[in-house]
């Protein structure tokens, strides 16, 4: 019993590179822009994402908070019970994405847009398709020449191809829940410079 645990955990370790791979590519960073944030030569992230060096906690902890998840997803440990979903919300651009999946695959997020009444819509676009449901308060979508008001219970769908910008539409904040794909994770929540 003891060597097939052993098998097990090797297995496991195995794994750890390939993920930290994709979880870096996903996110759209670098080896130099995660060397930066977590202070690991960006030599030894490399060969730990190729399976040449082992991984330890001192360097796990570090990549576990850049890539705010727990470290047992980022060993790929195996779940308990618990099917919570750890929450940690992501500032970016003055709005809240609080995570509601695990990451891979489509993304589930609750999104808060507070009301900034001068903001002036800068549109942007990327690849992937995003849909949204309006929880509470009044979002502004724009997308393109085209500009709508949604009202809480109503939703949307588009693809992010088309250059589109949300906002909350008066002055109470707009909240929502928001799916979309791997680039539109990267184009909404990767950071800039922190």
Same mark, same amino acid.
């Given at each position: 019993?003891?060597?097939? @645990?052993?098998?097990?955990?090797?297995?496991?370790?195995?794994?750890?590179?390939?993920?930290?791979?994709?979880?870096? =590519?996903?996110?759209?960073? =670098?080896?130099?822009?995660?060397?930066?944030?977590?202070?690991?030569?960006?030599?030894?992230?490399?060969?730990?994402?190729? #399976?040449?060096?082992?991984? =330890?906690?001192? @360097?796990?902890?570090?990549?576990?908070?850049? *890539?705010?998840?727990?470290?047992?997803?980022?060993?790929?440990?195996? /779940? =308990?019970?618990?099917? /919570?979903?750890?929450?940690?919300?992501?500032?970016?651009?003055? @709005?809240? *994405?609080?995570?509601?999946?695990?990451?891979?695959?489509? &993304?589930?997020?609750?999104?808060? $847009?507070?009301?900034?009444?001068?903001?002036?819509?800068?549109?942007?676009?990327?690849?992937? +398709?995003?849909?949204? *449901?309006?929880?509470?308060? /009044?979002?502004?979508?724009?997308?393109?020449?085209?500009?709508?008001?949604?009202?809480? #219970?109503?939703?949307?769908? +588009?693809?992010?191809? $088309?250059?589109?910008?949300?906002?909350?539409?008066?002055? &109470?904040?707009?909240?929502?829940?928001?799916? +979309?794909?791997? &680039? #539109?994770?990267?184009?909404?929540?990767?950071?800039?410079?922190?």
């Amino acid at each position: 019993m003891l060597c097939c @645990m052993g098998d097990e955990r090797r297995d496991r370790l195995a794994t750890v590179g390939p993920r930290l791979r994709e979880l870096r =590519t996903r996110r759209g960073l =670098t080896l130099a822009d995660l060397a930066e944030r977590t202070g690991i030569n960006a030599s030894t992230l490399s060969r730990l994402e190729g #399976g040449a060096r082992k991984p =330890t906690l001192e @360097m796990l902890l570090p990549l576990a908070e850049v *890539y705010a998840i727990p470290l047992d997803e980022l060993v790929g440990a195996p /779940r =308990t019970g618990d099917p /919570r979903i750890h929450l940690k919300p992501v500032s970016r651009d003055g @709005m809240t *994405y609080i995570p509601l999946s695990t990451p891979g695959g489509v &993304q589930a997020h609750k999104l808060l $847009i507070p009301p900034r009444p001068n903001v002036r819509p800068e549109l942007q676009s990327h690849a992937g +398709f995003e849909w949204l *449901y309006v929880l509470s308060g /009044r979002l502004r979508l724009v997308l393109g020449d085209e500009s709508t008001v949604l009202k809480s #219970g109503e939703a949307a769908e +588009f693809d992010t191809h $088309i250059p589109h910008w949300l906002g909350a539409d008066g002055d &109470q904040p707009a909240e929502l829940l928001i799916l +979309f794909g791997r &680039q #539109g994770e990267r184009a909404h929540l990767r950071a800039r410079g922190g």
